[in-house]
């Protein structure tokens, strides 16, 4: 079944179009997952709206101002006798024409001399965590069952587990998680519980999990994922994000994340 | 806060022609916003700081390649979103960490509340540390949707995805934010927020 997220963002923020809403009403007669994640999405964009902005410290840009006051002297011996009226001699357009060429070459310099603090030369490449195949981590190969009713503690210490071993090997997480398989149950396949991890949390398509679990999150039948992220290729991870969807409509039930 | 665009790309050509003050007032226009915007998506003070401070540095040092065919607020808002990015990598290779557990919760700044704010002082908190748990790229998305008020398509070009992507990262962002505020458990009677739930 499609699920219409556009829309269904569109009806939570009450911008939804006429034409569409018989759309979304419709999906929604149908969909217990969709209607669920609407009424939490609902919730979560008030909190969110509520949030106070916040009193901001002085001294903030001291810093960036003080360099600009910096390169402003550097530019202004060849701007400055502009404003006074010019020297005599060259005309005033070949003045102006040497101090913007002057103050082009000196922004040319500090562009390419200067270390990029902006964590890339290029700000189209606005990018979150890296994803899939340059990480060291290996992908997970089975799915562990476990006869195991987790909490929300157990998840993130399944995600803080990954602190002392950021390679991908399975961290022994000890007496957070004892790990038992039980004999005799369906045999599920990695693809199986990514396909249904997927389906809740679409931007999981390009990550490989590096461990993947079946067992029980607060009394509901469930499925986890562990996800290592990090900052780009050949870089090791820095991140662990563990998803809990339940495994009867694979919905979302519980996220964490933790620092490697 | 509405801003005429015209006049920020003013203030940018003044600063290229070597007029230091029109940084500044550049500074002074937008240094809310994007401290409002470190600190939602760092979830501390102090690293917000930080990552502002380095924005701004590193909008000073690019403002050759502002090219003005995008709104200056756009182009300042990517910068601000990868100045984040890159301290919450830094801070992830050090070893206190601050994420996944309650102890690393960001405290309260003020003093103990006046008893009638009480419940909103403590609200905000755990929506604010609530806000700080989910993964960074929802995180993101939310706070420049929901906190900062931009439209999906101004957010598609800050973090140079479709709106669509936008869009499902706003949703997905806004159930965690609920779901780890614990939003569908009974109420929590903010006296007892030190003991186990149930």
Known sequence: MNHPVDLLVDLVDGSIAPQDRAVVEAHLADCARCRRDVEFAAAGRQ????????????GLADAAIAEAEHHAREVAPEVAPLRGGGRAGAPAWYRWAGAAAAAAAILLVVVIALPDVGGGGDEAQVGSAAEDA?????????????????????????????????DG???????????????????????????????????????????????????TPAYLGVFLSGPGADQAPDTATVWVVARSGCEILSTTQASL | MSRDPSDDRELVRRYLAGDAGAFSSLVERHQARVYGLCLRVTGNTEDAADATQEAFVSALRKLG?????????????????????????????????????????????????????ADEVAGTHDAAAALARIPEEFRVALVLADVQDLPYEQIGKILDVPVGTVKSRVFRGRIALAQTMGIDREPRDVSRASEDEA
Request: charged content about 25%; overall charge negative.
């Open chain 1, 134 to 166: 340059a990480f060291a981590p290996r992908a997970a190969e089975t799915v562990e069952v476990l006869d195991l009713d987790l909490d929300t503690d157990q998840v993130q210490a399944l995600a803080l587990g990954y602190r002392a071993n950021p």
């Open chain 2, 65 to 117: 390649q502002f090219r003005g065919d995008a709104a200056f607020t756009t182009w300042m808002h990517r910068v601000a979103v990868n100045a984040c990015y890159d301290l919450l990598r830094k801070r992830s290779r050090q070893p206190m960490l601050h994420l996944a557990t309650d102890e690393d919760l960001p405290e309260p700044e003020a003093g103990p509340p006046a008893p009638d704010h």
């Open chain 1, 169 to 219: 090997v399975r961290a022994d997480t000890g007496a957070a998680m004892p790990s038992e398989a039980v004999a005799g149950t369906d045999a599920l396949t990695p693809k199986d519980v990514l396909s249904c991890l997927r389906t809740a949390i679409p931007e999981l398509e390009t990550q490989r999990p590096v461990r993947l679990i079946a067992a029980r999150f607060e009394g």
């Open chain 1, 47 to 58: 909190v969110a709206r509520s949030l106070p902005s916040p009193e901001v410290p002085d």
